[in-house]
């Protein structure tokens, strides 16, 4: 039996966290959820958007799942995700992009992951005000963190037998905070035995980069020459939704937070306010970061037939949401996707 907290979030949170849940109950691997909830719902009871308690749960379970959390634009409290993978040294947000067969997208056959730095860059929450003349965020990237990243990217990259690792950065501009980042990218890659791309040999493995706008067009021009991406936390998050894009969109594609010692895993969309409450978002996205939580966990089996289950839908097209042109509704797809689970174990 696991234990695992599970933070539904707001919007559209609630519905997909109920639809994901379902699917991973139909596995029969024995989940007890511990319920808590974080952002505005938190504020309302208790005063503050990420409560001690939500902490505490994830310190003492180790691992996480979270539906979407809306974060005030320009005022108000301050991003709780952030905060999250901040507090609990979350260093490491790994997305995956794969396309589905049967999913309507611009590109087949894309099978790449962003790794991003999740705990300092222009996210490192220093802020202040000038007077009313202007704002100055502060960027901070340190040896330290950068060396972190990029080990964890060259292990994931053996790991799961990819060939290429691009360091994406703005070197040209920002010398010092991503001059550091690239200069330590091909020093732990080289640590790591992924040598530098070199055009008069043949390699098997290698490492090159990418500045940030050259990396945004030749993701789209051709993206199935990518493999695993690592980048500080502006560019990944502003890739992995490009990425998402290239494959059908926010409602399928999941991250996981990971540290050394604790996991949360999370949908890489927000919470869609303009579509909560009408049952009718798509809930793969926390599915599919549900699949990476049993992974992580160790139940292969489980996270496989949820997989398979997907294809399975995908590509018989019948039970698809709005957003992929579909008319299904979110309780639907989940029941769906249950039934065949169940008819697979
Ligand atoms: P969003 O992801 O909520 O929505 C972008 C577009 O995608 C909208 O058109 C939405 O309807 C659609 N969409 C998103 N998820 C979908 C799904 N599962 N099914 C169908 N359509 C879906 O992005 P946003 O509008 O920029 O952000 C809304 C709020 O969410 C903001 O407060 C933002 O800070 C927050 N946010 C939270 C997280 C998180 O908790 N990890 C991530 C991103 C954004």
Redesign the pocket.
């Known amino acids: 039996m696991y234990k695992i907290t599970l933070i539904p979030?707001d919007?559209?949170g609630e519905e997909?966290t109920n639809a994901m849940t379902k699917v991973v109950e139909a596995t029969g691997v024995d989940i007890v959820w511990e319920k808590l909830q974080a952002g505005q719902k938190a504020i309302e009871k208790y005063d503050k958007p990420l409560p001690d308690y939500v902490i505490d749960s994830i310190k003492k379970n180790k691992i996480a799942i979270?539906g979407?959390?809306?974060?005030?634009?320009g005022k108000g409290f301050r991003?709780v995700?952030v905060e999250l993978r901040k507090t609990l040294d979350l260093y490491a947000n790994v997305r995956p992009v794969k396309s589905f067969e049967g999913i309507r997208s611009r590109y087949e056959d894309i099978d790449l992951t962003i790794i991003r730095e999740n705990t300092e860059g222009l996210y490192s929450g220093i802020e202040h005000s000038i007077g009313d003349f202007a704002g100055e965020s502060i960027k901070i990237i340190t040896k330290k963190a950068s060396d972190k990243i990029v080990d964890f990217a060259c292990k994931y990259l053996k790991k799961n037998s990819y060939k290429r690792l691009t360091c994406v950065h703005k070197a040209n501009i920002m010398k010092l905070s991503d001059g550091l980042f690239l200069r330590e990218f091909y020093k732990v890659a080289s640590e790591n035995s992924i040598p530098k791309k070199d055009l008069s040999s043949s390699q098997d493995i290698y490492a090159d980069d990418l500045i940030v706008d050259a990396a945004a067009m030749n993701l789209v021009l051709n993206p199935e020459k990518f493999d695993l991406m690592v980048m500080p936390n502006l560019y990944g998050d502003i890739l992995s939704d490009l990425c998402a894009g290239l494959v059908g969109?926010?409602?399928i594609i999941a991250s996981a937070n990971i540290g050394d010692e604790y996991a949360v895993f999370?949908?890489?969309?927000?919470?869609?306010?303009?579509?909560a409450g009408q049952n009718i978002?798509?809930?793969t996205?926390i599915i599919q970061a549900a699949v990476m939580m049993l992974r992580y966990i160790g139940e292969d089996k489980a996270a496989s037939l949820i997989e398979e289950a997907l294809k399975e839908v995908f590509i018989e097209g019948k039970c698809l949401?709005s957003?992929l042109g579909g008319k299904a509704k979110t309780d639907e797809f989940a029941e769906e996707l249950s039934r065949k689970i169940k008819a697979k174990r």
């Open positions: 979030g919007g559209i997909v979270k979407p959390i809306t974060t005030p634009v991003s995700n969109g926010l409602g999370e949908a890489v969309h927000g919470s869609a306010l303009e579509i978002a798509n809930p996205a949401t957003d």
